[in-house]
């Protein structure tokens, strides 16, 4: 076994892909932790609003409505101030055109022609990377370091031969982002079945809690507290969109593994072709991600 085998894992690409997916990672981080923020303040006002405990002048669950509206605003002001999400989308953006251009160029696939002189290649490498670097400024901070420049092993794989690079791109891209979408495909349908069970369970409970206030059965608005939570309910699902996110995964994966025939059977003049049908592919699929929450996939280029 040779002492350094062949592959491209993450830890392999440029330092502008480490860049990326860092800020993308952060970005996310903050704006998921803004939303939770803001709907447990919302439903925690509601809860204040809903309920009367009178300890001397003061009301204490009108504490609680004080303390839950301050607590949703600070959420708000996360989320408004500098939007997060508009940080992650650009940056996923980003990392992910990374990616695509270090593989085209490790496998020699268009634009990256194994014809091209080394230097030529590189110089189109570094170009294409210092595009995408301009295009998200904003989101991406320069990394430390040259981070356009190819990796070692990137130039050894393009060094490689045909069927030592194919062995390589169908078991490090195609077939372990495949396995990806499927394994995320299925979380988000078990996500998005929870959600939606929950929720109809909290509505089918408010309707009840309506009904039993109407008919003067107690006074205090348990069903204000629900819709609360079930705006909060949505609001999530609307941000994490698992069902379409279920959907995209899973046609994203079988276009892979269709991808795969093709790859196995390629002739060597075809190879570059094939490569980028692959990446194509893959690109689809996260071009239609940003473009059901931002306008970012008409910004960067691969």
Partial sequence: MPANPLGLDDPQLPGFFH????????????ALWGNRIRSAGAVAAAIG??????????????????????????????????????????????????????????????????????????????????????????????????GAAPTEAMEALRAATTEQQREVYLRDRTRAQRDWYTRK????????????TTLVVAELVAITLAALRFAGVWDIDLAGVLAAFIGAGAAWLALKQHTTLESAYSLTAA??????????????????????DAEE???????????SRSDVNEQIGQ
């Fill in 281 to 291: 592919a893959i690109s689809r699929e996260h071009t239609m991600w940003l473009a």
């Fill in 255 to 276: 276009e892979l593994q269709k991808q795969d025939a093709t790859l196995m059977s390629a002739a060597e003049d075809e190879w570059a072709v094939a490569v980028a």
């Fill in 49 to 146: 609003g809903a309920f009367t405990l009178a300890v001397g002048s003061f009301d204490l669950w009108a504490l609680v409505a004080l303390i839950g509206f301050i607590v949703a605003f600070g959420g708000e002001l996360i989320l408004g101030v500098k939007p997060p999400e508009r940080k992650w989308y650009m940056a996923r953006a980003a990392a992910e055109s990374m990616k695509t251009l270090s593989w085209r160029y490790a496998v020699g696939a268009d634009p990256f022609f194994v014809t091209l002189p080394d230097g030529d290649a590189e110089k189109l490498f570094r170009a294409r990377v210092g595009q995408v670097a301009r295009q998200v400024s904003e989101a991406v901070a320069p990394p430390q370091g040259d």
């Fill in 19 to 30: 860049a990326a997916d860092t800020a993308s990672l952060r970005g996310q981080r903050i």
């Fill in 185 to 196: 495909s299925n979380s988000n349908a078990r996500a998005s079945f929870a959600w939606r």
